[in-house]
Structure formats: structure tokens, C-alpha cells
């Protein structure tokens, strides 16, 4: 398999991938988002980001270090695959990773606040 083929598959299974990720994680997404902020921007926010992050970086993670690092030459299709496949599923983990980690601290944030409105509530009455 040469780079340019490597290329050619790339797209379409990533896309692939990344949809079918887009399609298991969004739902709960929205749904956690909505049940800890009380804020409808976060929501408009952090749900399209999480989307496109969902497509770019399993794009990106394989193209760098799955399509990038072939010989020129090329290699055997099943390697070629394998590079490929490998790639993408390394970026739908680094993405959740990094998803997960967003939404860590965002939650951190939303809780901080809440306390903070409940303390200032608190000393008012």
C-alpha cells in the first residue's frame, strides 16, 4: 500500500469512526450537560466542540502517526490497515480523553459556583 492509498482510505474510515462516535456519545453528552448546568450556553458550547473535536483528532492523530510515518515506498496492505485503523482508534481515545478531561473541569466549575450562590444565599436570609 503506498501513502496515496493509505491516504484515500483514511478519510472515509475515520469519517466512519468519528460518526459513529458522534452518534454514541452526543446524546449522554447533552443529557449530562443539561442535568449540571443551568446554563443553556455551556450546552450551546460544549456540545459542537465536542463534535468537532470528535472528527478532528482521530483525523489528525492517524494522518500524523499512522499515514505519516509509512515509508514512502509503501508497506504491505495489511500493515497499511492496520497503521491506518490503529491511528483512528488512538484519536477517538485521545479525543474522549480529552473531552473527559474538559468536562472535569468545567463540572469543577459549574459545582464552585453553585456553592458559591448557595453560601451567598445563605448569608443573605
Do not use: N
Not at 496515496?4 to 447533552?30: D, H, Q
Not at 449540571?36 to 465536542?50: E, G, Q, T
Request: net charge positive.
Amino acid at each position: 500500500m503506498t501513502v496515496t492509498a493509505a491516504l484515500l482510505l483514511l478519510f472515509p474510515i475515520s469519517l466512519v469512526a468519528s460518526t459513529g462516535l458522534v452518534a454514541i456519545i452526543t446524546g449522554s453528552l447533552r443529557t449530562t450537560l443539561e442535568h449540571s448546568s443551568d446554563d443553556d450556553l455551556s450546552i450551546a458550547f460544549w456540545v459542537p466542540y465536542s463534535v468537532l473535536m470528535m472528527y478532528l483528532v482521530p483525523l489528525f492523530v492517524a494522518l500524523l502517526f499512522g499515514v505519516g510515518t509509512m515509508p514512502k515506498s509503501g508497506v504491505e496492505p495489511v500493515f497499511g490497515y492496520m497503521r491506518i485503523l490503529i491511528g483512528v482508534l488512538g484519536g477517538c481515545l485521545l479525543v474522549l480523553g480529552l473531552i473527559g478531561s474538559k468536562l472535569g473541569k468545567h463540572q469543577q466549575r459549574v459545582m464552585r459556583h453553585r456553592q458559591l450562590e448557595a453560601a451567598k444565599r445563605s448569608m443573605m436570609s
